[in-house]
């Protein structure tokens, strides 16, 4: 599963990409292409856990991250990155909302709304083109042959049609598990999650002007939306140690940079959340779909932890922070054992037991 990077030019969002990243772009990069790349989950429940164990290994998790070509008249007008986007999972839209003679906007001035808006009508029309393409071949084929399943997939695109019309996108349609099946393979963008990171200047952090403009919106749209300063990350990302860095942060009196609600946000998009194994071997974060059951989080480590599931050890972040080590959660009565039935919650700590 990936989240797809998606923006207007000049609005950051490669420099975003390169950080979280690590890409490197050379003269020669294709910029016509989309730019692959893995970002860590920056969750300081890890570092904390690092700490407490001190583990000979540790190893983060990771999302799938893909820089799209950028958003412009020539590539809307070939239709191509809208097949980019279609191919991703969710959508992260960079917008420019920082203020810099030295670095043009396409439309002259900067007015992140106005940018939303154009970005979100162009995805919203690409949807509906779709539609009635497909209408007219289905309105063609049951004129020759009634068909009950063709039938209810036309009823439901015409659905999905007028609510399109209507300016809104399809992730505020609720959908029935048949009607999710049918459509499964069709390139609807406005389905997807979709996540706004405003790129504001580095001074511009405490404002939330814009953030409060938009937040009635993003509730009715079911759009997530965050500040990041590219400009600053930049900044911190080249910083040498992390002592450094906790520094850096600390003087601008900021708890963690923007990148580690960014991928917080990102797994949210793509409906997954965290659990950890802990120990003094190693510490790990896994990634594992929401409601997903524990030998559904075991077959995450190992298809044969699935396979030959006994019992899941289960125990909570917060509950480990407060006894201080397992010793002490024992004592507390606040180490679980479950069994297959169990619902993985976020950020549980589990250690699995199964015979294969």
């Known amino acids: 599963m990936k989240i797809g ?42 570092d904390t856990l690092v700490q407490m164990y001190k583990p000979k290994k540790q190893v983060r998790a990771k999302i799938d991250l893909e820089l799209l070509p950028k958003l412009e008249k020539e590539s809307i007008a070939r239709g191509d990155i809208f097949k980019d986007i279609a191919d991703v999972d969710g959508v992260c839209h960079v917008v420019r909302a920082f203020e810099d003679e030295a670095i043009y906007h396409v439309d002259g001035s900067i007015d992140p709304v106005r940018d939303i808006d154009m970005v979100g009508g162009e995805l919203i029309l690409h949807d509906l083109l779709f539609i009635e393409k497909r209408l007219e071949r289905l309105e063609a084929q049951m004129k020759k042959l009634k068909d009950e399943k063709q039938q209810k997939e036309h009823d439901m695109l015409v659905r999905f049609r007028e609510h399109l019309e209507k ?12 009607e999710d099946m049918l459509i499964r393979s069709y390139p609807f963008i406005t389905l997807k999650q979709m996540i706004l990171a405003l790129n504001v200047a580095d001074d511009g952090l405490g404002d939330m002007s814009i953030i409060e403009k938009l937040r009635t919106r993003c509730d009715t749209e079911k759009m997530e939306v965050m500040q990041v300063s590219a400009k600053m990350e930049a900044e911190i990302a080249a910083l040498e140690s992390e002592a450094e860095r906790r520094e850096f942060l600390k003087d601008l009196g900021i708890d963690e940079p923007a990148l580690g609600q960014l991928t917080r946000l990102c797994l949210k998009a793509l409906g997954l959340m965290s659990f950890f194994t802990v120990g003094e071997d190693e510490v790990r974060q896994w990634l594992v779909r929401k409601n997903a059951t524990a030998p559904e989080a075991a077959g995450a480590i190992h298809s044969d932890l699935q396979r030959g599931f006994i019992r899941a050890e289960v125990f909570k972040y917060d509950d480990l922070l407060a006894h201080k080590n397992e010793a002490g959660l024992k004592a507390a009565g606040k180490l679980y054992l479950k069994g297959k039935d169990y619902i993985v919650e976020e950020g549980d700590i589990l250690n699995i037991r199964f015979k294969v």
């Open 167 to 178: 300016e809104q996108p399809l992730r505020l349609l609720a959908l029935s598990p048949d």
């Open 5 to 46: 990077i998606i923006g207007l030019p000049q609005t950051g969002k490669k420099t975003l990409f390169q950080i979280l990243t690590g890409h490197v772009f050379t003269e020669h990069s294709d910029q016509k292409k989309p730019a692959m790349g893995m970002a860590d989950i920056i969750d300081q429940r890890f």
